[in-house]
């Protein structure tokens, strides 16, 4: 049974056998997600075609994470609109500094499994991790969501994905995604829901399951959902700010009903995964890519800040130093993030290996600010995308990868497996 | 929406991504639309901007605008004159951001078009003649919601009229 539709039917109250891809349903939405970028936008929308009154505001939420700390005055200017209309309206904001939005809304507790989530930004399918319904729109939809508590939607076509097998040594959630975007390529999934299950899954922590459905939107995908388990209901638990109930009984992708495609991935099979410049579908396995100098190393994002990304990345850098011939740059993603990194020890790691520390912030990953490619450079990361251009100069060139390989390679200032350096 | 377009074609490739279209390097101009679109599809084609005519077509493959959720991306290219992106196939944020802020965009196959082509489009039916090498085809007919918002002009407009 697919996990979307069986969504899909309870907010709607549709019976689920007679959802089908291709139909529209419109529901309601839990959480109305934007940013820094797309909710100046949304305000212009909303100030001048409604009445000027938000429906439910206690599901809207609000993230400064882009271009924060301001960048220059344009940022403070965009910011300063979005704060104060958070002001007048009641909404939540997280101001500067608080943290990147979906790393933020999931340690916060603002997601339970079982909610749609609507986000202006395309990273909203990291949600689908905690078995949410989540998918990314545009500026005028949140605006639209704010007015009415509703978005549309297309129901898509439904692919299982059965992640099987062991992990390997330095292998986690982000080799799993970055090889299936390998496989299937950038538009392998377009229109299409991904909905994850099989044995490796419920052996991932949940950290690298955020990882996996924060890229799902890299293959086209409108959502990556994946089963909601004992860890899922724990992580909630210990969070959840609204009172919310564990999936019925039978709420499972067991059966193959539903399903217009399933595909199986031997996750055993899996070596550190290296994106090339270019793509994220152009994945390769570390151990077979020619010798790639690099002049930065990011870790952090949306992607890969969370706090198991970031004990990887300290374990393997631990007591060396970062090249002298490369930028290391750390983003802790939050703000509690950040000070549990001090409290805990791993600050003092990265900092002893030379490491640039940075507020939370978006920052390099969509070229914005706090380490941006000259012409020429090319940057290894723990981010999301690597199309021309995206972290600064057209061109620079950016290789996407897990904490671990990007701790080594910082180590080595060319792109090598941990193995090689330990 | 005007019902029938013509233009010239400026073609490109499958993959076009946000990225390509609207810089998060110019994000800098971001409150002032006319100014971030002088920069549309630059990295893809620098040269774009300078040659681009009111009523123009963006044409291009597989995947058109996939990456970022920014609806800054289809807003630049309808501020910059283009009356229409024609595309194999078009990634499902840029597509429906395109079609709430009421760009029109019409999936068909594209690979039999050049830069420079002139063609004749009829939003209504859908139908896009090639008028510099005399062939026509049809393209995917828009369903449901998205058909009823692009009639209304757009998902402000469509959403005021159901209030």
């Given at each position: 049974?697919?996990?979307?539709?069986?969504?899909?039917?309870?907010?709607?109250?549709?019976?689920?056998?007679?959802?089908?891809?291709?139909?529209?349903?419109e529901a309601d939405a839990d959480v109305i997600l934007s940013n820094d970028i797309t909710t100046p936008l949304a305000i212009d929308a909303f100030e001048k075609h409604s009445e000027g009154r938000i429906a439910y505001p206690e599901r809207v939420v609000l993230v400064a994470d882009h271009f924060t700390p301001n960048k220059d005055i344009n940022s403070a200017e965009q910011v300063k609109k979005v704060r104060n209309f958070a002001k007048s309206h009641g909404v939540k904001f997280f101001d500067a500094g608080c943290g990147i939005e979906h790393v933020l809304l999931t340690e916060q507790g603002l997601v339970v499994p079982m909610d749609i989530v609507i986000g202006a930004d395309s990273h909203t399918v990291t949600y689908g991790a905690l078995g949410a319904l989540a998918s990314g729109m545009g500026s005028t939809d949140i605006a639209a969501a704010w007015v009415t508590g509703k978005a549309w939607f297309k129901v898509p076509e439904a692919v299982k994905i059965v992640l099987k097998g062991q992990l390997g040594e330095y292998v986690s959630g982000k080799d799993i995604i970055l090889y299936l975007i390998g496989q299937?390529?950038?538009?392998?999934?377009?229109?299409?829901?991904?909905?994850?299950?099989?044995?490796?899954?419920?052996?991932?922590?949940?950290?690298?399951?955020?990882?996996?459905?924060?890229?799902?939107?890299?293959?086209?995908?409108?959502?990556?959902?994946?089963?909601?388990?004992?860890?899922?209901?724990?992580?909630?638990?210990?969070?959840?700010?609204?009172?919310?109930?564990?999936?019925?009984?039978?709420?499972?992708?067991?059966?193959?009903?539903?399903?217009?495609?399933?595909?199986?991935?031997?996750?055993?099979?899996?070596?550190?995964?290296?994106?090339?410049?270019?793509?994220?579908?152009?994945?390769?396995?570390?151990?077979?890519?020619?010798?790639?100098?690099?002049?930065?190393?990011?870790?952090?994002?949306?992607?890969?800040?969370?706090?198991?990304?970031?004990?990887?990345?300290?374990?393997?850098?631990?007591?060396?130093?970062?090249?002298?011939?490369?930028?290391?740059?750390?983003?802790?993603?939050?703000?509690?993030?950040?000070?549990?990194?001090?409290?805990?020890?791993?600050?003092?790691?990265?900092?002893?290996?030379?490491?640039?520390?940075?507020?939370?912030?978006?920052?390099?990953?969509?070229?914005?600010?706090?380490?941006?490619?000259?012409?020429?450079?090319?940057?290894?990361?723990?981010?999301?995308?690597?199309?021309?251009?995206?972290?600064?100069?057209?061109?620079?060139?950016?290789?996407?990868?897990?904490?671990?390989?990007?701790?080594?390679?910082?180590?080595?200032?060319?792109?090598?497996?941990?193995?090689?350096?330990? | 929406?005007?019902?029938?377009?013509?233009?010239?074609?400026?073609?490109?490739?499958?993959?076009?991504?946000?990225?390509?279209?609207?810089?998060?390097?110019?994000?800098?101009?971001?409150?002032?639309?006319?100014?971030?679109?002088?920069?549309?599809?630059?990295?893809?084609?620098?040269?774009?901007?300078?040659?681009?005519?009111?009523?123009?077509?963006?044409?291009?493959?597989?995947?058109?605008?996939?990456?970022?959720?920014?609806?800054?991306?289809?807003?630049?290219?309808?501020?910059?004159?283009?009356?229409?992106?024609?595309?194999?196939?078009?990634?499902?944020?840029?597509?429906?951001?395109?079609?709430?802020?009421?760009?029109?965009?019409?999936?068909?196959?594209?690979?039999?078009?050049?830069?420079?082509?002139?063609?004749?489009?009829?939003?209504?039916?859908?139908?896009?003649?090639?008028?510099?090498?005399?062939?026509?085809?049809?393209?995917?007919?828009?369903?449901?919601?998205?058909?009823?918002?692009?009639?209304?002009?757009?998902?402000?407009?469509?959403?005021?009229?159901?209030?």
């Amino acid at each position: 049974m697919s996990l979307a539709r069986n969504i899909f039917a309870e907010k709607t109250g549709i019976d689920s056998k007679k959802l089908s891809a291709g139909q529209f349903v419109e529901a309601d939405a839990d959480v109305i997600l934007s940013n820094d970028i797309t909710t100046p936008l949304a305000i212009d929308a909303f100030e001048k075609h409604s009445e000027g009154r938000i429906a439910y505001p206690e599901r809207v939420v609000l993230v400064a994470d882009h271009f924060t700390p301001n960048k220059d005055i344009n940022s403070a200017e965009q910011v300063k609109k979005v704060r104060n209309f958070a002001k007048s309206h009641g909404v939540k904001f997280f101001d500067a500094g608080c943290g990147i939005e979906h790393v933020l809304l999931t340690e916060q507790g603002l997601v339970v499994p079982m909610d749609i989530v609507i986000g202006a930004d395309s990273h909203t399918v990291t949600y689908g991790a905690l078995g949410a319904l989540a998918s990314g729109m545009g500026s005028t939809d949140i605006a639209a969501a704010w007015v009415t508590g509703k978005a549309w939607f297309k129901v898509p076509e439904a692919v299982k994905i059965v992640l099987k097998g062991q992990l390997g040594e330095y292998v986690s959630g982000k080799d799993i995604i970055l090889y299936l975007i390998g496989q299937i390529g950038v538009d392998g999934a377009l229109y299409k829901g991904l909905e994850f299950t099989g044995d490796a899954l419920s052996e991932l922590s949940l950290d690298s399951r955020f990882t996996i459905a924060n890229m799902t939107v890299e293959c086209g995908a409108k959502y990556g959902i994946m089963e909601v388990d004992d860890k899922v209901i724990d992580y909630t638990e210990k969070r959840a700010q609204r009172p919310y109930s564990p999936p019925p009984a039978g709420y499972s992708i067991e059966t193959d009903k539903d399903f217009d495609e399933i595909m199986e991935i031997d996750c055993s099979q899996i070596d550190p995964q290296v994106a090339l410049h270019g793509s994220p579908a152009n994945a390769h396995s570390v151990n077979e890519i020619e010798k790639i100098g690099i002049d930065q190393v990011v870790i952090g994002s949306c992607t890969n800040g969370r706090w198991e990304d970031y004990v990887r990345a300290a374990e393997i850098i631990k007591g060396k130093k970062a090249s002298p011939s490369l930028r290391f740059i750390v983003i802790p993603s939050t703000a509690s993030l950040y000070s549990r990194m001090v409290k805990e020890g791993l600050a003092e790691v990265f900092l002893d290996a030379g490491a640039v520390m940075s507020p939370p912030t978006c920052g390099p990953c969509l070229g914005g600010h706090m380490g941006i490619l000259a012409s020429g450079e090319k940057a290894l990361a723990t981010t999301n995308r690597n199309f021309t251009g995206r972290m600064g100069h057209k061109d620079s060139e950016v290789y996407l990868c897990n904490p671990e390989v990007a701790a080594a390679s910082a180590v080595s200032g060319y792109i090598i497996s941990p193995g090689e350096i330990k | 929406m005007k019902k029938q377009l013509k233009g010239k074609v400026h073609k490109f490739g499958n993959n076009i991504s946000t990225d390509l279209i609207c810089p998060g390097k110019y994000f800098h101009l971001r409150s002032d639309i006319k100014k971030l679109a002088g920069h549309t599809l630059e990295d893809a084609d620098p040269e774009f901007i300078k040659k681009v005519q009111p009523g123009d077509f963006v044409v291009a493959g597989e995947n058109f605008g996939c990456g970022s959720s920014r609806e800054h991306a289809p807003l630049i290219i309808k501020e910059s004159g283009v009356g229409a992106v024609l595309a194999g196939s078009f990634a499902r944020i840029f597509f429906r951001n395109a079609v709430n802020i009421g760009l029109p965009v019409m999936e068909l196959d594209t690979s039999g078009m050049e830069s420079g082509d002139e063609l004749l489009i009829d939003a209504e039916s859908g139908k896009v003649k090639n008028l510099s090498k005399n062939t026509e085809l049809t393209a995917t007919p828009l369903t449901g919601v998205m058909k009823d918002i692009l009639e209304a002009g757009g998902l402000k407009e469509y959403v005021r009229k159901g209030l």
